[in-house]
């Protein structure tokens, strides 16, 4: 009987769930990309490797290593690859890294000194980088697993004393390798946990996009790792920025994702856009006011003729006043996403007043604009760009169809008026765009954008603008405090 209560319960949360505004896909077509930006960051990373001093005796035989500097990586095979339960997984095969240290070595009464180069060869590398959310909705990597091992190491002795450093060599390198093994890990645990994580602090979560309205980009859960995607759900929720407390419901159909032909797929559903659109609504941004000059002479003319019954009844010192004309959305527009296109529904009140100087000022009409906008989206760098198109334009009265006829000939002249005066400043903010949750220094090339019922997906192709050092040095914590470092690799124990 227990199973039923639980079934219940399971049922309930998954009808409360908050659905995505947003999703975005990244394939393991973007994995080579990846692995040889991350390989050239890790070579760097490598090259910190310090490795404390060695010294030691046989015999009459005294010997210091010192100043041990890692100068390069040479990668024979690598392979980065999903795994699932959230992990992207590195392995480095018969790799080599170059070396440089000084050498101090004494044989009974005779010294030799000077630097010396080796190599350290069949180094294995196997790490894997664990995805999860933090408590603010940021990705993050939350754990690095990781097993190295150095399987020998080479070093060109030379000199008088060549034969005694070969023979004895064999205690100088077995050393190396053992210090060598102890520090490749905890290298690679701070580069993810550290350096990571500050390339993916880039990534917006909560932030501005103007001076009236911030988006949500926070994670719903915890990234899915499959055998070939790495998929990722996002608020997609755009809010105005007095209202602190703002919540929308979400009521557009969950986008899908099932292209993995490119590189990365993005997803927004008919919320992401409705939510934009209420949140300028909220803001009181959704409105346009035009007074005398800002009329244009033509439209002005007509509107003065229309109403000049009216006009005339009115007192000469308001007859000749300037003529206000106000656009305001009467609630906030709707979006549809259909395989056909994409349109923004608006219904909008047109108010027609005389505004006297130091005088009330008096309505002569007041009608109702409805309007359908086509809108194609577009992904240019990392921002979402939006351009709208005027398609359909009707302005009637809701007092009485009579009037309503009598509003015809105002059609045409508003109609242009809203197609020069007013989308071109519309289209000059939604052509800003949106920046979609992508890290600093990547951007999104050769996209495509393809129409669903009830949501859109852009497929693209990734570039690096910067590298991962630049964006992680520009980033990085002043001080980093590191507490949690990992136990040294099984290999090298």
Known sequence: MALLPALFLALLAGAHAELPGCKIRVTSAA????????LRFLEQELETITIPDLYGRKGNFYYNISDVKVTQLQLISSELHFQPDQELLLNISNASLGLHFRRQLLYWFF????????????????????????PTGRIKVSNVSCDASVSRMNMA???????????????????????????ICPVLHHAGTVLLNSLLDTVPVRSPVDELVGIDYSLLKDPVVSNGNLDMEFRGTFFPLTEGNWSFLNRAVEPQLEEEER???????????????ESYFQAGALQLTLVGDKVPSDLDMLLRATYFGSIVLLSP????????????????????????????????SVTI????????????????MEARLSAKMALRGKALRVKLDLRRFQIYSNQSALESLALIPLQTPLKTLLQIGVMPMLNERTWRGV????????????????????????????????????????NRPAVIVDSSVPPASAAAA
């Open 435 to 474: 920046q979609i949750p992508l890290p600093e220094g990547i951007n999104f090339v050769r996209e495509v954008v393809t129409n669903h019922a009830g949501f859109l997906t852009v497929g693209a192709d990734l570039h690096f603008a910067k590298g991962l050092r630049e964006v992680i040095d520009k």
């Open 317 to 348: 010192a308001v007859i000749n006043s300037p003529l206000k004309l106000k656009l305001q959305a009467m609630s906030p527009p709707r979006c549809t996403i259909k395989p056909s296109g994409t349109t923004i529904s608006v219904t909008a």
């Open 263 to 277: 590189m990365v797929y993005v997803a927004f559903s008919e919320s992401f856009f409705d939510s934009a659109m």
């Open 31 to 38: 994995l080579e990309l990846v692995k040889q930006e991350g």
């Open 111 to 134: 010294y030799d000194g000077g630097y010396i180069n080796a190599s350290a060869e069949g180094v294995s590398i196997r790490t894997g980088l664990q995805l999860s959310q933090d």
């Open 353 to 368: 007043t005389l505004a006297p100087p130091m005088l009330p000022e008096v309505e002569l009409s007041k009608m109702i």
């Open 157 to 183: 002795f030379g000199g008088t004393f060549k034969g005694v450093y070969n023979f004895l060599s064999t205690f100088i390198t077995s050393g190396m390798r053992f210090l060598l093994n102890q520090q």
